[in-house]
């Protein structure tokens, strides 16, 4: 089976840095995604890493470590619009299929 | 381009009572997905559609059924509804052809059984 681990909150102030990270258990392996969610609304789409390494979205970037079974999701320049649940997924079968972490609320602060 | 549609958005049922959920994209994506959210949880896949005519089992696919009815559309049936399956129900689509394997969500279903 397959189980992620992710912080259930994190509070941080408009410009600032959060990380959120993500450690994961999965009898396959094919990729760690990032989702956010606001309120209310679907998850959307920001990243996905496949390989060992940093990739670098604008003000969001996303890292991936498979020999840890660890990633993370880095928020620059926090604005309110942030404010958010964020969502890793491993993808562990060569078709699509995902298994979601529980989520992050991140909440940004004036 | 409408990308993923769900209906309905809302619907309360009683116990016992039947309903099917109505998913279509219009990006010509070959793999499609149900998810449901509970509160304050993450998303767990119900079922899945590789392509047209095939289906398969998620983590918890124990109470639903699904029809793949042509490439666009996907049901989801709720045969017998119970409280437990009170939820928010995403579908979902993708491509396997980019790199990204990057999933589209609808606005989801908010579902309730009393």
């Known amino acids: 089976g397959q189980s992620l681990e992710q912080p259930s909150e994190v509070t941080a102030v408009e410009g600032a840095i959060v990380q959120i990270n993500c450690t994961y258990q999965?009898?396959?392996?094919?990729?760690l995604s990032w989702y956010q969610q606001h309120d209310g609304g679907a998850p959307t789409f920001l990243s996905y890493n496949a390989l060992d390494g940093l990739e670098e979205k604008g003000r969001f970037s996303s890292f991936l470590s498979r020999s840890d079974s660890y990633g993370y999701l880095l928020l620059q320049e926090l604005q309110m619009k942030d404010s958010a649940s964020y969502f890793c997924?491993?993808?562990?079968?060569?078709?699509?299929?995902?298994?979601f972490g529980g989520g992050t609320r991140v909440l940004v602060k004036p | 381009n409408a990308g993923v549609t769900q209906t309905p958005k809302f619907q309360v049922l009683k116990t016992g009572q039947s309903m099917t959920l109505q998913c279509a994209q219009d990006?010509?994506?070959?793999?499609m997905y149900w998810y449901r959210q509970d509160p304050g949880m993450g998303l767990r896949l119900i079922y899945y559609s590789a392509s047209e005519g095939t289906t398969d089992k998620g983590e918890v696919p124990n109470g639903y059924n699904v029809s793949r009815l042509n490439k666009r559309e996907f049901s989801l049936r709720l045969e017998s509804a119970a409280p437990s399956q009170t939820s928010v129900y995403f579908c979902?689509?993708?491509?396997?052809?980019?790199?990204?394997?990057?999933?589209?969500f609808g606005p989801g279903t908010r579902l309730t059984v009393t």
């Open positions: 999965t009898s396959g392996f094919y990729g």
């Open positions: 997924a491993v993808r562990w079968a060569a078709g699509n299929k995902l298994t």
């Open positions: 979902a689509s993708s491509d396997l052809a980019g790199s990204s394997y990057e999933q589209y």
């Open positions: 990006m010509n994506h070959n793999s």
